[in-house]
């Protein structure tokens, strides 16, 4: 079934369009497409399509000309579409003219019967169609367009309007109440001041993480939506659309005890056989005003520790394998104060760090408790801090979020003498472990397998190291840090205006950025990397782990592969489109890994070659209401958080995260098998790679589609690139 480009498109008598389909290597041929649907958007020239054998046509996607304007990303063709289908308006063209370095604007050209036609009826028009900043700033008629030997219009030849009005309002306002509950969600996850109905998520800010906490807060206002949809219906006014308000069955709100499968990462963690285990952590530091009540925390932490089920989890170790439960209520919080404040003001930083690091190492997996919360005095004079130490086994970056968020809100409510009151619980940890073993007996599941054992293995080289003979040295004990940080103007650029370029989201940049450097480092093209993904994918109907605290991680590794890195655009592109092809972000493999009732299953997938590399996004930190009243991340170490006896998995260890709207980038490394000035090194050509990117993104003369932009298509990029090319 041949694929191109929808020539002329007219509607015919009968409810049917009818038009041709321009194929690059046959002739136009003519069809006649599906019976429209009432608010059902058309065919029109521009779009992709299948032509099929019964005459009908497959719409496949939009790959209309699109410019960058003001940090937006435009579709000409849909402004052309929008026009022409006002009644004095026969032909529209709108291109991004740019004829001073100052007056960069779209401009509409209009053939029209007669040439006589209202300017302002046509721009009151375009504003009930389009967003504010897709209408055109000038409209110049003409008796036709100007066209190139090959029929096609020549843009080159329309010209500079004599006269334009310039638009001064391109915010467009949530108009219903759902996109006006919606935008309200994204500004406050996203921490901007406004968000316009046709902003799109990704485009300013948003990430995978995020998507996470827009559908906890939506599901708390009654709006029901996935992730899924956030990435399909992008603007508010598109995902509002598809947003549910009925009533929905909510998950089991009691106490959630009992026995709870291991979860794919849980079983990671178990085979990493360390010698302490108990002492393999994640935590937070603090600053906090000094006027917090020590009853009212503890009473607080209690709460927590009753509405979140996995901070009660423990685990035993019977007949050669661990398993965990669901404990009850201890009658006794992990929770105590900590007076600092007669200590001299150049010993607190060590102070403190010697009180957290003997706090990290006192965890117990089997008895209890999972969590510590220790209150450290300053004084009056200073804010105190709060140190949260809780175990890896129980909590990931998505759960920080909820728990944080959670302590405030029940603090505030003890503090004010209200009822304490949180959200509705979402799905148990306990159930979700249980869904994952079911879903891993799927068939469906099972034919994952082959991506896996199919990738490039035999390509992959081992790091270079500056002391083989300590390679197997690799211990906690020897870690150390390089970190690099963008700046605030770079990380929001990074996150708000790069996506646009390519369609991209900020992994496939950040990774783009490290395989170039692996490259450069290397000699080969090719690497391994262990990615995380925060694993709380939407693969199950009605299922929402939104406000789910757990290790729902997952690890999996992936080959990327650059064929030339030294053009930026196509770097980026393969990239995307490597990332893209993984199933189900990656999910499967933990479930075929751990879960899988095929013991052959498990053992192949066991056999395949260990990354030295690991990279883990965690997302965005600057969210939440308790940040504008006092409460912050403080800056002295939280202590040792796993044991020094602990030996690490790779040799390279590399997290991002964005804090304080800046980047930071820390690469975490052995010491005894790399030298400092090594991981230096690597760090700046990171840095500079990535900077090499966003400049490049921003630039307004590139950008373009990839095969997964058209997921029904079924095109490689020489393919779509050959098609983009005919209606250039």
Request: with cysteine; glycine share 6%.
């Amino acid at each position: 079934m041949p694929i191109g480009i929808v020539g002329e498109l007219y509607i015919g008598g009968e409810g049917l369009a009818r038009g041709y389909l321009n194929q690059p290597e046959l002739t136009a041929q003519k069809f006649i497409s599906h019976p429209f649907e009432p608010g059902k958007k058309l065919y029109k020239t521009g779009d992709l399509a299948r032509y099929l054998p019964d005459g009908q046509i497959e719409f496949l996607g939009r790959i209309d000309h699109q410019v960058k304007l003001r940090g937006f990303r435009i579709e000409l063709g849909e402004i052309e579409s929008v026009l022409e289908s006002y009644e004095s308006v026969q032909q529209a063209v709108v291109i991004l003219r740019e004829d001073t370095p100052s007056n960069k604007r779209l401009v509409a050209y209009l053939v029209t019967p007669n040439q006589a036609i209202n300017i302002s009826d046509v721009r009151r028009f375009l504003e009930q169609k389009l967003p504010a900043y897709m209408i055109p700033a000038a409209f110049v008629c003409l008796e036709a367009l100007p066209l190139t030997p090959n029929g096609k219009v020549d843009r080159k030849l329309l010209p500079v309007p004599e006269a334009e009005q310039t638009l001064e309002r391109e915010f467009v306002p949530p108009q219903t109440p759902i996109e006006q509950i919606l935008a309200t969600i994204w500004q406050d996850v996203l921490g901007i001041e406004q968000v316009s109905r046709y902003d799109k998520f990704l485009e300013i800010g948003g990430d995978s993480i995020l998507t996470i906490q827009v559908v906890g807060r939506a599901r708390q206002a009654g709006i029901k939506i996935t992730p899924r949809q956030i990435f399909q219906y992008p603007t508010v006014a598109e995902l509002a659309t598809v947003a549910d308000t009925s009533a929905s069955m909510l998950a089991q709100q009691g106490l959630v005890t009992g026995v709870v499968p291991l979860s794919p990462i849980q079983h990671w963690f178990f085979e990493q056989n360390l010698s302490e285990p108990h002492h393999f952590n994640q935590s937070v530091l603090l600053s906090v005003p000094s006027h917090l009540k020590p009853e009212l925390l503890s009473s607080a932490i209690g709460k927590l520790l009753e509405h979140h089920d996995a901070l009660r989890l423990r685990f035993s170790f019977e007949e050669g394998e661990w398993q965990q439960v669901n404990d009850g209520i201890a009658d006794e919080v992990p929770f105590q104060v900590i007076d600092l404040s007669h200590t001299p003001e150049t010993q607190l930083p060590q102070s403190l760090e010697k009180i957290a690091t003997a706090q990290q190492a006192s965890l117990n997996l089997s008895d209890g408790p999972l969590m510590r919360v220790v209150l450290l005095q300053l004084g009056n004079n200073h804010d105190h801090r709060l140190l949260i130490i809780i175990h890896h086994l129980a909590v990931d970056g998505v759960s920080w979020r909820i728990l944080l968020e959670d302590l405030f809100i029940v603090y505030q409510q003890l503090e004010q003498q209200e009822n304490i009151q949180l959200p509705p619980k979402t799905l148990a940890f306990k159930d979700w472990a249980t869904l994952l073993q079911e879903y891993g007996m799927l068939p469906a599941v099972r034919a994952q397998l082959d991506y896996w054992l199919k990738q490039p293995w035999s390509q992959v080289n081992s790091l270079p190291v500056d002391d083989p003979t300590e390679k197997q040295n690799n211990s906690v004990g020897s870690v150390a840090d390089v970190s690099i940080t963008l700046t605030q103007e770079e990380t929001r650029a990074l996150l708000q205006q790069v996506p646009s370029a390519y369609n991209t989201q900020i992994n496939d940049v950040l990774l783009t950025a490290l395989v170039q450097t692996s490259a450069q480092w290397t000699g080969n093209s090719t690497v391994l990397i262990d990615l995380e993904g925060h694993g709380r994918e939407d693969v199950f109907a009605d299922v929402d782990v939104s406000r789910t605290v757990g290790w729902f991680t997952s690890i999996f590794p992936v080959i990327l592969q650059l064929e030339n890195q030294n053009h930026l655009g196509a770097a980026l592109k393969s990239i995307k489109e490597q990332l893209r092809a993984i199933p189900q972000r990656g999910l499967v493999y933990g479930i075929l890994r751990y879960l899988s009732q095929d013991s052959e299953i498990r053992s192949q997938l066991a056999a395949l070659p260990l990354a030295e590399i690991s990279f883990n996004y965690l997302g965005q930190f600057d969210q939440g209401t308790s940040k504008s009243v006092g409460w912050k991340f403080a800056t002295e170490s939280t202590g040792n958080e796993r044991s020094l006896e602990g030996q690490r998995r790779h040799l390279l260890d590399i997290n991002a995260w964005v804090v304080e709207g800046q980047l930071q980038v820390r690469w975490s490394y052995s010491s005894h098998i790399h030298q400092r000035s090594t991981v230096e090194s690597l760090a700046q050509k990171y840095l500079q790679a990535l900077l090499n990117l966003i400049e490049h993104c921003l630039s307004p003369t590139v950008g373009g589609y990839t095969p997964s932009d058209f997921p029904v298509a079924n095109l490689n990029q020489d393919e779509l690139d050959e098609i983009l090319a005919e209606i250039d």
